[in-house]
């Protein structure tokens, strides 16, 4: 145990500050152009895209997860923006990495780190859901092109995207797990439609997409044919990453503390009311928790070693804590915490609220609570899986 | 930049560990319940591994390690449901000597804690929990008058460290005159824990360098070890309720192919793994943050507490009818997470104690 950084770090972390003091001022201001010059500038500084080999644009960094840390610890200190993080930068390109041709890694790698080409996922379907394999989204070859017809859900950036990672049954008589094709192709293929889909937030974070004898060439397969399960699940292990994010948890109970001692009733400080108080101080502990058992598994994960089931439990906890940290945030508000939209005497934006319901469809999506819980219990507890029902 | 155990960590609470499974088995545990203060046995082996003076410099006999190691051995205890004193007479006395001993004190008394050749108590419950049926402790002209209750470690004790109303640590001999000692029954019939009525009893007082300051702190390491016993204790509880799923068949299949059975199971790890994390570091800040020891050790402790609590019941209703007997002795486990839950504060006190230091509210 050693919570010190060595001096290589401290230098590292010099480096960082430097950078945040010179070019802090550049910092993007709600526009597109301005997030893309502010990219650029982070990967030439190595604060974007770092691990990335420059062949392919990025900074060309050997992985070293602390200096990932203390370049995100510094840039929320400073209160600058990272670098940009859609699901084409954080999912497609290790994927592509891993598993894609040279001529796709040459392609497609660059622009999307620039935010150049945004992507969009399509995984989901209406029928398909926790039993992502089941899905039946078609695509027949013809000639040099597969012919797709079907639809996705729960597609998040599906009207800005210009590409969409996609899966699709291709070997229809194969078992479920065998049919499928990851594709890559441009969301302006005449046949796609994409309507919003309104959430109990107000607002449409996510869409539908449906397909109509989409037309798209054979050469923009991820990996062979019938393989796009398991391209697809090199994918969703770095997005249960993405959604455990311990940071967050942090950031909620530094506002938690603060409106705990600046709002009052009767004239009294929420803090001074113990029952909330002792709610605030049990969500700490867990706060607390979850920030050293992230600590745990970059550690583990620097000596390369297997934390087991300390690792599957993340995304389950994760979402969790969030979703309570926002339940207690409305609880102490009370009626100003039912406040939405706009009204007078809002509170945070009405964030609070927002995040509440947010968060709830976070708990579902990316696996919902229940698989995770299978999957904790048969990986991380060697317990058996349940039988399969006999067919009907 | 390291957040794990050191290879020697790792190899001295496997060795406890093992040398438990062997001395400690659950029928060495029922043998020693309730029927005898603490097992010596047991105790003799933990001394041939230096546990007793985990924390003790070696200038004095001990091995001079730090509190999470400390932690780690509590954790085994826990696990192995050890019927030996450990959480007073190993951390909390010699942090006591240490702190606010004399010279003379602690070359008086460490070597023999270290050499588990005196047993020590302490009592600190109404500073650490708050006083219950009035009892408290004065101290006048060198001798101590009053009440203190729960004391830890108390069966089979040779001394006890003692802390009066105004935070002041003395030290006791357990036979001296005046001095009545009431053993109290407590679920956990693995601890022998009682109640210290004093008349006038002399007393020595541990007062070189800061004592309040040293209460404090003793409090914090205390807490962190019933912690880390209820992490051990709750961890194993775990193990058992799995073994035991994948054993048992019901409806022609094991319960633990059932989701609603794997999904307690999972629920149980999700919740005490993180609580390991929050122990190392709590464990770790004691030595290396002091500033942030009373609030991580009184989270440390009322968050396992909870989730203790949650697994014990949990992993019990895993085990269906069984576990609710004594043949299968689960209830030791249960038990045990039920004392540390309540030993030198409930979560409700010991978060309260979080918010002060804190500055979130007054004492």
């Known amino acids: 145990m050693d919570l010190s950084y060595s001096p290589e770090y401290e230098v590292f972390r010099e480096e960082v500050r430097a950078f945040a003091r010179t070019f802090g001022s550049r910092a993007p201001r709600g526009t597109m152009d301005g997030t893309r010059e502010w990219q650029k500038l982070l990967i030439e500084h190595g604060y974007a895209a770092r691990t990335i080999p420059r062949e392919y644009g990025g900074f060309g960094a050997e992985p070293d997860v602390l200096k990932s840390r203390i370049i995100a610890e510094e840039f929320i200190a400073a209160g600058l923006p990272m670098g940009m993080a859609g699901q084409g930068i954080s999912m497609l390109v290790p994927t592509l990495l891993e598993l894609g041709t040279e001529e796709q890694k040459k392609k497609f790698i660059k622009p999307t780190l620039l935010g150049e080409i945004i992507w969009c996922q399509g995984y989901s379907e209406p029928g398909s859901g926790s039993d992502l394999a089941s899905l039946t989204t078609r695509a027949v070859e013809d000639g040099d092109d597969f012919v797709i017809n079907g639809q996705k859900i729960w597609t998040s950036t599906a009207a800005q995207a210009d590409m969409i990672f996609c899966l699709v049954r291709t070997e229809p008589n194969a078992p479920k797990h065998e049919g499928i094709s990851y594709l890559l192709f441009s969301m302006k293929t005449p046949g796609i439609e994409v309507r919003p889909l309104v959430t109990m937030t107000g607002r449409a974070e996510f869409n539908e997409v449906f397909f109509t004898d989409v037309r798209v060439p054979k050469k923009d397969i991820v990996g062979q044919r019938g393989q796009g399960w398991f391209v697809a699940n090199a994918t969703l292990k770095h997005e249960r990453r993405m959604l455990g994010d311990p940071n967050q948890a942090g950031t909620r109970m530094r506002a938690l503390i603060e409106l705990m001692q600046n709002e009052e009733i009767d004239g009294h400080r929420l803090m001074d009311n113990p029952v909330f108080r002792d709610r605030l101080l049990k969500l700490q502990a867990r706060v607390h928790a979850t920030e050293y058992h992230g600590l745990r598994l970059l550690t583990a994960g620097l000596k390369g070693e297997d934390p087991g089931v300390a690792r599957l439990i993340v995304k389950l906890m994760g979402c969790e804590l969030n979703h309570q940290l926002a339940a207690f945030a409305i609880d102490a508000l009370g009626e100003l915490g039912m406040l939405y939209s706009g009204s007078p005497h809002l509170r945070n934006n009405g964030n609070w609220q927002s995040s509440y319901m947010f968060d709830l469809g976070l708990i579902i999506g990316g696996g919902t609570a229940q698989i995770q819980k299978n999957i904790i219990s048969e990986r991380g507890l060697g317990m058996p899986r349940e039988p399969k029902a006999a067919k009907a | ?363």
């Open chain 2, 1 to 363: 930049m390291e957040f794990g155990l050191t290879d020697d960590q790792k190899m001295m609470q496997d060795s406890v560990n093992r040398t438990l499974e062997r001395v400690s088995p659950l029928e060495r545990v029922r043998k020693a319940a309730g029927h005898e203060p603490y097992a010596p046995d047991v105790l003799k082996v933990l001394v041939e591994l230096g546990a007793p003076g985990i924390l003790i410099p070696e200038e004095f006999g001990g091995l001079g390690l730090t509190l999470l190691d400390a932690a780690l051995a509590s954790e085994t205890l826990g696990r192995h449901v050890a019927p030996v004193p450990f959480v007073a007479s190993s951390v909390m006395a010699p942090l006591a000597l240490i702190g606010a001993g004399s010279d003379a004190q602690k070359a008086r008394y460490l070597p023999r804690l270290a050499a588990g050749e005196a047993i020590a108590g302490v009592a600190v419950s109404e500073q650490s929990s708050g006083a219950r049926e009035k009892a408290g402790i004065s101290a006048k002209a060198g001798k101590l008058s009053g009440k203190a209750m729960f004391v830890l470690d108390f069966g089979g004790a040779d001394i006890f460290i003692v802390a009066d109303k105004f935070g002041g640590l003395h030290l006791v001999d357990a036979k001296s005159k005046g001095l009545e000692k009431t053993p109290l029954n407590t679920i956990d019939a693995t601890r022998a824990i009682g109640e210290l009525n004093f008349d006038a009893v002399e007393a020595e007082a541990l007062s070189s360098g800061n004592p309040a300051a040293t209460l404090d702190r003793m409090i914090d390491a205390g807490r962190i070890m019933f912690a880390a016993d209820a992490l051990g204790a709750g961890g194993r509880m775990i193990e058992k309720a799995v073994a035991y799923a994948k054993e048992r068949k019901q409806f022609g299949r094991v319960i633990g192919s059932f989701q609603a059975v794997k999904h307690m199971c999972a629920e149980m790890i999700a919740e005490l793994e993180p609580c390991r994390s929050l122990i190392w570091y709590a464990a770790y800040a004691f030595d290396e943050f002091p500033d942030q020891s009373r609030r991580m050790a009184a989270h440390a402790k009322a968050h396992t507490s909870d989730v203790g609590t949650f697994v014990a019941r949990t992993a019990t209703e895993v085990h269906g009818g069984m576990g609710f007997t004594d043949l299968l002795g689960l209830h030791y486990w249960f038990k045990r997470i039920g004392f540390d839950r309540q030993a030198l504060g409930g979560p409700e006190k010991v978060r309260h104690d979080a918010a002060v230091a804190q500055g979130w509210v007054g004492n």
